[in-house]
C-alpha cells in the first residue's frame, strides 16, 4: 500500500533511487526512527516541519522525492522508514510496515498494540522537533495508505494540537475507540486525499473516515478530495492540493 505519481507502486516496493540527507538535528540516538530517516531540508531557516509517513513495503525514500517537489523553503520534511515485521495479510512476509495488517475492511481485526507503539515512535519525534525549536502548532503530519492511517491515529490521541494533517488514500485505524481516544483537540485541519478507483482501499472506505473524522473534530476542519481515474497512489493534482493545504497551515513566518 504505497505509491507515489513519479513510480507507480503496488503493494511492496523495496528500492528508491532517491537518497537525500540523513536526520542528524539534536541527539537523534534517543529516537530510533530519526537515526536513520530522512530528511528533505529547507532552503532557508526552518520554521515548520512536515513528517510523512511511507506506506506498506516502502521506505522515506520512497516519498522524499515526491516531497522535495511541492517543497516550501522554511520547512523541514521527514521521512522516517518503518521497521521490517512480519505482515498478516501478506503470508506473514517481513517487510517495512509502521504496524501488523490482518485485513483491509472496516471490520477488520486490528493489530491495537502495535498501532498505539507505533504512534508513540512518532510522538517522540515530534517531542524532539519541539525540543530542537519548532513548536506544535508548526508540525504537520502526513502520510500515504499505512502511513496516512498512523498518522491520522497519531494526530489525534497526541497531547499537543498539531498544525494538521495529510491523509492520503488511507483509514482511521481503532476507529471504534473514537472519539473517547481522542485527546480532544477538536481544531486540527485534516485534508483527505483519495482515488476513485482505489481497489486496495476503497474511496467509499476513505469516505467513511471522513464522515468519522467530524465527529472526533470539527467538521469545518475536515476536507475530503476524491480523483477520478487514480488508483491507490498518487498524482500531480492530488499533491497540489497537497501543498496549498501545507501552504496556507504552514505559513512562513
Known amino acids: 500500500m504505497c505509491g507515489q505519481y513519479r513510480k507507480f507502486r ?14 542528524m538535528c539534536g541527539n537523534n540516538m534517543s529516537v530510533p526512527l530519526l537515526a536513520e530517516a530522512v530528511t528533505v531540508s529547507g532552503m532557508e ?16 525514500h520512497g516519498w522524499a522525492d515526491t516531497l522535495t517537489g511541492i517543497q516550501l ?7 522516517p522508514h518503518a521497521p521490517p515485521i512480519p505482515v498478516t495479510l501478506n503470508m506473514s512476509t517481513m517487510m517495512p510496515a509502521w504496524f501488523d495488517l490482518k485485513g483491509l475492511s472496516p471490520d477488520s481485526q486490528e493489530d491495537e ?3 498505539k507503539k507505533a504512534a508513540d ?11 530542537n525549536g ?13 502511513g496516512g492511517a498512523l498518522s491520522l491515529y497519531t494526530a489525534l490521541t497526541c497531547q499537543h494540537q498539531l498544525a494538521g494533517v495529510v491523509a492520503l488514500s488511507c ?3 481503532l476507529h471504534r475507540s473514537f472519539p473517547s481516544a481522542s485527546s480532544g483537540h477538536k481544531n486540527i485541519p485534516i485534508l483527505q486525499c483519495h482515488g476513485e478507483m482505489d481497489s486496495m482501499i476503497p474511496v467509499q472506505f476513505g469516505a467513511m473516515t471522513a464522515e468519522k473524522l467530524k465527529t472526533i473534530v470539527n467538521p469545518q476542519m475536515i476536507t475530503f478530495r ?14 497540489a492540493t497537497v501543498k496549498e493545504f501545507i501552504e496556507k497551515y504552514l505559513p512562513r513566518i
Not at 531557516?45 to 506498506?56: D, M, P, R, S
Not at 515512535?121 to 525540543?131: T, Y
Open 45 to 60: 531557516k526552518e520554521t515548520a516541519a512536515v513528517i510523512f509517513l511511507h506506506g506498506l513495503g516502502d521506505s522515506g
Open 171 to 173: 483509514w482511521l485505524p
Open 226 to 239: 476524491s480523483y477520478p481515474g487514480l488508483l491507490h497512489s498518487s498524482s500531480p493534482q492530488e499533491m
Open 113 to 115: 498494540s502495535g498501532i
Open 121 to 131: 515512535n512518532i510522538k517522540a519525534i515530534i517531542e524532539h522537533e519541539v525540543k
Open 73 to 79: 523553503p522554511h520547512v523541514k520534511f521527514i521521512c
Open 134 to 146: 519548532i513548536p506544535p502548532h508548526r508540525i504537520m503530519l502526513g502520510g500515504f495508505s499505512q
Open 10 to 23: 503496488s503493494v511492496a516496493n523495496w528500492d528508491s533511487k532517491v537518497y537525500l540527507s540523513q536526520c
